[in-house]
């Protein structure tokens, strides 16, 4: 057994609580487990434990095998001087505190099953290991799971948010703009639009919002994607010459070169060259961007400012080296892509906002807008979909994304209430 199952046990109670006694035989009652300690020191503080006649108050430390206790060298240490009751599987040896005290030790009598229930969970190799039991879950069940799962996710993502705002002395606007780069990069070139971002500040840009060549100039020179030659006149020239100028005006140092960018396995609407072009566009048709998106965080709203047509060079061409074709194909921002930044920028920075200002309302208004949204496309929905559970919207989805990918992926099943529904089945599963 790992310990972490018996911390499960014991922190929800799933103990026979009439059969405990310590190894010296004397009944023990436990009537308050404590609170569970993440930190170091004892595993639980403020126990209340009846050993005998005796009721005692203090921290309980658990281990598999008694021997832990030195092998951890608690005996050393005063922390665990505190620790009124040692709760084991395998009660191997006497332990003793630092101030010489005998420590009182209790072998923890738990169902059979539990144990069995986590080994099969553990062991099994399928995406998601109670997949056969989901359908024995009440649905209100899962959907309260769901609930919290998607706050966990917010919340997750409010804390790199935080960090940024850290790094642009708390700029919104600044923060805002170096998040919405990063997803313009749609997880294959995350970084690289990220680092592009930050090589370039967003006042630099607004100096030149009202034109769009000089704002390219910037965006692709900054990146390291303009062409070391092209012909004198064209479009490219153009970029180089006004990126040479702009460098040198606010004397911008490039960290990118094309070496950074990925184009393979990507179709060619989603190569970083184009993605800048409408980043770029983006840019050249708002300002004070989040400032909008705070006074108005309505949805169809929302997308509307998010829809950006590039300039005409990029109907013809995917890279400056490819070659020209007679079919224009417009190159404007779709409405999928829009969704995505929505989910994952605009709802996350809202959020983090309405948190910092105690506006509440605001809040409840980001995640309504994952309501509205409708339900993304990918693998891990899919599988969810195939094993029964429904997808209505992003909000489902961006709670199941966080369920998959940090309790499923993880093996995190005593972490995760559906696990814990599992795990305390009568019967193993089989």
Not at 158 to 176: A, N, P, R, V, Y
Not at 265 to 293: D, E, W
């Amino acid at each position: 057994m790992k310990e972490a199952v018996l911390h499960y046990i014991w922190q929800n109670k799933l103990f026979s609580a009439q059969q405990q006694s310590t190894t010296d035989n004397e009944p023990v009652e436990i009537i308050d487990v404590g609170l569970h300690n993440t930190n170091a020191g004892p595993d639980f503080f403020n126990a209340k434990i009846k050993i005998g006649n005796t009721l005692w108050a203090g921290n309980v430390e658990i281990h598999v095998k008694s021997s832990d206790w030195n092998r951890h060298n608690h005996q050393t240490d005063k922390a665990y001087n505190s620790v009124i009751l040692h709760v084991v599987t395998d009660a191997d040896t006497d332990v003793y505190s630092q101030n010489g005290n005998r420590v009182t030790q209790l072998v923890l009598r738990y169902p059979e099953h539990i144990e069995q229930n986590y080994q099969h969970l553990i062991q099994n190799t399928t995406p998601v290991a109670c997949a056969d039991k989901l359908p024995d879950v009440p649905g209100i069940f899962i959907q309260n799971w769901k609930n919290a799962l998607l706050v966990e996710r917010l919340e997750q993502k409010t804390k790199s948010i935080e960090q940024l705002l850290q790094d642009t002395h708390m700029h919104w606007e600044e923060c805002f703009y170096i998040t919405l780069a990063r997803n313009f990069g749609f997880s294959t070139n995350s970084q690289a639009f990220e680092l592009l971002a930050k090589s370039i500040p967003l006042n630099v840009l607004a100096k030149h919002k009202d034109n769009l060549l000089q704002i390219e100039s910037l965006l692709f020179g900054q990146a390291g994607l303009l062409p070391e030659t092209s012909a004198e006149g064209s479009y490219p020239a153009q970029l180089s010459a006004e990126y040479n100028f702009l460098q040198h005006k606010y004397q911008l140092k490039r960290i990118l070169d094309q070496s950074h960018w990925k184009l393979s396995r990507l179709r060619p609407t989603n190569f970083p060259h184009v993605r800048i072009a409408q980043f770029a566009a983006l840019i050249h048709s708002s300002s004070k961007l989040f400032s909008k998106i705070v006074e108005r965080p309505e949805c169809d709203y929302l997308q509307s400012l998010f829809t950006c047509t590039p300039s005409d060079y990029w109907e013809l061409h995917y890279t400056f080296f490819s070659p020209q074709t007679d079919k224009k194909r417009s190159k404007k921002l779709g409405i999928q892509s829009i969704r995505v930044i929505l989910i994952n920028t605009v709802v996350p920075f809202l959020f983090c906002y309405a948190a910092h200002k105690g506006d509440q309302p605001l809040k409840d208004r980001a995640i309504s807008l994952l309501e509205e949204l409708p339900a993304e496309r990918n693998a891990i929905i899919s599988l969810w979909n195939d094993l029964g559970i429904a997808c209505q919207s992003a909000y489902d989805t961006q709670a199941l994304l966080q369920l998959k990918k940090n309790y499923c992926d993880r093996k995190a099943c005593i972490h995760c209430r559906i696990g814990h529904k599992v795990l305390t089945l009568p019967q193993p599963v089989k």
